[in-house]
């Protein structure tokens, strides 16, 4: 039975009074990375040398030495134990897109009967879960279980606490016996690799020489739901899917703007406060918090890191925010799209590039077109997302970003870049000789002497854009909210590498060739945009003119996942991956076939659950209705009384239902029908014959939500989920 919006709120108040506590204000400077091992605190615990050690793998990117292992160890261990740990994992990043971890017990029994606290070098440095289990895409055969855990001493260890205890988690990369990466975090660092070689050697040629690393560093803004967890207990499709397969608009949604940046509700902001100090005290530097467009869609974003430690922060984050969501009796929502017809979420990946002499290499100054460094590292990027649109494309597909990706809330399938109005014009100039002006930014006025003159940017915000310079940086926007952004990242990383070596070869050329720098850089960089500007575009991403312009451009539309992933082991890519040692060919052929299997999965698990709701709940619900429809009927006949607006409702209710049992049909005998044997078969026939099915069931559905009583609907609605709060 549905419960009415008013007792729903009743009860989210009741609940938020029993298990949110209020908590002493938060001291952030005193708890922020209190719970990781970091650079104070190993700095405090470890000797000179060791430290020193330490500091120059994280720091320049020297190798790991192994006789520190043990001094490493026995500190690490020690601070945790204090910190009430008992027990110790290697925590890593599968090809499932989320994080896996294995318990071991810091414990071990001595002769004497008794028990001491151990943990060695080994253990810190390597681990061997059973790999059997995890997605390899065919690196090794399933009853090859041997998989190896290698620690990162680039990325802190941390401390999760629970009301019961804590563990020590200690970030590692994930491989196979015979030394292929099975996991997300491998390629990031190796991409890392790639992109501060070719970035140093070009700022050599730039005259820096006393740049010893460039670190690409990344902010990623993410953006989620929270409901009320009784609403996601009652709809089977958020348990197996993350979203609702059926279900239709409330009258009220988003149309008023009212939710985007309002005042956020007491039990949210509770969750909020004690999420962030949960953040805090694991040393990621959470910076914002607010409203979304949706209702009850909410964002949080951190301030700049290192990649690799980014992508691991992000995964805490995701992982932090459904753990505290549940003691206010919420659940956190990450899927791209949960509620159709209502904006859906995504993270915008901040990415830049620095060194570490402190220059941001994205950073126009006050005057771009002279910037020469600028414009080079700024070409690069322009170069490579030109020629690897496919590779950005693959890097934010799955099933669940496709609901996005094109509507009229996220940038389309088409990759493009968004440089501004200044920054595009000085392009422009370059591109047809040189520049000799910039469109000044000047003061922008307020209309009022209390409020004071602010710096104008030279260049609006283009919110449609999939990948836009946002003054210091790029913002590629079109990442899921629900994925690691580990192969973004790793994306991103090899293709400005790459994008560097050949442009950096061509100066190199021109500069042994008696060019000055000035003529040198001028020439590679205008030969550079005249063969990529045609993914400069500065207008509307969603207009239908666009798809039209893209076209006539030659830029790529893979609009599915499909389209997508079947563009990844391109000669094209193999060659640049292998070209820079990021992927091998066997690596990425694993991650094509682990991603296309998850496709058809993931798919063919909302139909199951679709046809099951469908049947199960609501064919009964509405049959139930019209049952009491019927009797209306024949019960005012009897009496003589005018049934005709009863008569006329069920006979919408009796053909919704045929609709309904039809379009069931349909996706019953395309659930039985895989489509063959392989996962690309199996994923062309989800792609082509169960999302329609699947559609059409929806839409039976939703017309019966609308005509069926309200008392006998069995699933929460929208208005229930999206407004009690």
Not at 243 to 254: A, D, E, N
Not at 255 to 264: A, Q, V
Not at 436 to 465: C, E, F, I, W
Request: negative net charge.
């Amino acid at each position: 039975m549905s419960r009415h919006a008013s007792d729903l709120n009743v009860l989210a108040a009741t609940k938020f009074t029993a298990n949110g506590s209020k908590s002493s204000p938060m001291d952030i400077e005193n708890i922020f990375g209190e719970n990781a091992f970091g650079l104070d605190e190993m700095k405090n615990r470890l000797s000179t040398e060791t430290y020193a050690s330490l500091l120059a793998t994280i720091d320049k990117g020297e190798p790991i030495k192994s006789d520190i292992a043990e001094e490493v160890a026995t500190a690490m261990k020690e601070w945790a134990i204090e910190r009430g740990a008992t027990h110790f994992t290697h925590w890593f990043q599968p090809l499932t897109g989320n994080t896996a971890e294995k318990h071991d017990s810091f414990i071990t029994p001595n002769r004497g009967g008794g028990a001491v606290a151990k943990f060695s070098g080994k253990d810190l440095i390597q681990g061997e879960p059973d790999a059997s289990s995890f997605p390899s895409g065919g690196l090794r055969a399933t009853f090859e279980a041997r998989g190896y855990t290698v620690w990162d001493p680039t990325s802190p260890s941390f401390i999760i606490e629970n009301d019961n205890g804590a563990y020590l988690a200690i970030p590692t990369a994930f491989a196979s016996w015979s030394g292929e990466a099975l996991d997300a975090k491998t390629p990031v660092l190796r991409s890392m690799h790639a992109i501060d070689d070719q970035a140093r050697r070009a700022l050599k040629l730039f005259g820096h020489d006393d740049v010893h690393k460039v670190t690409s560093t990344v902010g990623v803004e993410q953006e989620y739901f929270l409901i009320d967890e009784e609403f996601y207990y009652r709809r089977p499709d958020l348990m197996t899917s993350g979203r609702t397969l059926v279900g239709t608009k409330p009258p009220r949604g988003q149309e008023l703007d009212d939710h985007y940046f309002g005042s956020i509700p007491d039990r949210v902001l509770s969750c909020m406060l004690e999420t962030e100090k949960e953040l805090y005290r694991l040393g990621i530097p959470v910076k914002t918090r607010h409203n979304e467009v949706a209702p009850s869609q909410y964002e949080i974003a951190p301030i700049f890191e290192n990649t690799n430690v980014a992508c691991d922060h992000q995964q805490l984050l995701m992982i932090t925010l459904q753990r505290i969501a549940r003691k206010y009796g919420m659940v956190c929502l990450l899927h791209e799209k949960p509620f159709a017809g209502v904006n859906g979420s995504g993270k915008h990946n901040n990415w830049s590039i620095g060194t570490d002499t402190g220059i941001n290499l994205l950073d126009p100054g006050d005057n771009p077109h002279d910037n020469l460094q600028f414009l080079y590292f700024c070409t690069a990027v322009i170069s490579a997302v030109y020629k690897h649109q496919d590779l950005l494309r693959v890097s934010i597909a799955s099933a669940a970003n496709d609901h996005r990706l094109g509507a009229n809330e996220a940038p389309p399938a088409i990759i493009s870049i968004f440089l501004g109005e200044q920054l595009e014009d000085v392009f422009d100039q370059i591109a047809s000789g040189s520049a000799t002006a910039s469109k000044q930014g000047g003061l922008m006025g307020l209309g009022t002497p209390v409020l004071p003159a602010l710096p104008r940017h030279a260049g609006d915000r283009n919110r449609t854009s999939p990948f836009a310079f946002t003054g210091n940086k790029f913002e590629f926007r079109a990442v899921g909210s629900s994925q690691s952004v580990s192969f973004a990242n790793t994306v991103l990383n090899t293709i400005v590498a790459e994008a560097l070596d050949g442009m950096s070869t061509k100066l190199e050329a021109a500069l042994t060739g008696g060019s000055s720098l000035e003529e040198a850089v001028a020439t590679v960089v205008r030969e550079t945009i005249n063969d990529s500007k045609a993914i400069i575009f500065g207008g509307d991403n969603y207009s239908d003119a666009w798809h039209q312009e893209a076209e006539r451009r030659g830029l790529l539309n893979l609009k599915t996942t499909v389209d997508a992933l079947e563009t990844l082991i391109s000669d094209k890519n193999i060659q640049l991956f292998e070209s820079y040692n990021v992927l091998s060919e066997a690596e990425l052929r694993s991650r094509e076939e682990v991603w296309v299997e998850q496709y058809f999965m993931r798919i063919n698990i909302e139909a199951e659950t679709t046809e099951s709701i469908a049947r199960t709940m609501v064919m009964p619900a509405a049959t139930r209705y019209l049952k009491d429809l019927v009797s209306t009927i024949e019960e005012g006949k009897d009496v003589g009384v005018s049934v005709k607006g009863v008569k006329e409702a069920a006979d919408h209710v009796a053909a919704y239902i045929d609709e309904l049992q039809d379009a069931l049909t349909k996706l019953i005998d395309n659930n039985k029908d895989l489509g063959g044997d392989s996962v690309h078969e199996k994923a062309h026939h989800m792609l082509k014959n169960v999302i329609p099915a699947m559609n059409d069931v929806r839409h039976a559905c939703d017309r019966l939500e609308r005509a069926t009583a309200a008392d006998l609907w069995p699933l929460p609605t929208y208005r229930d989920m999206l407004f009690v709060k």
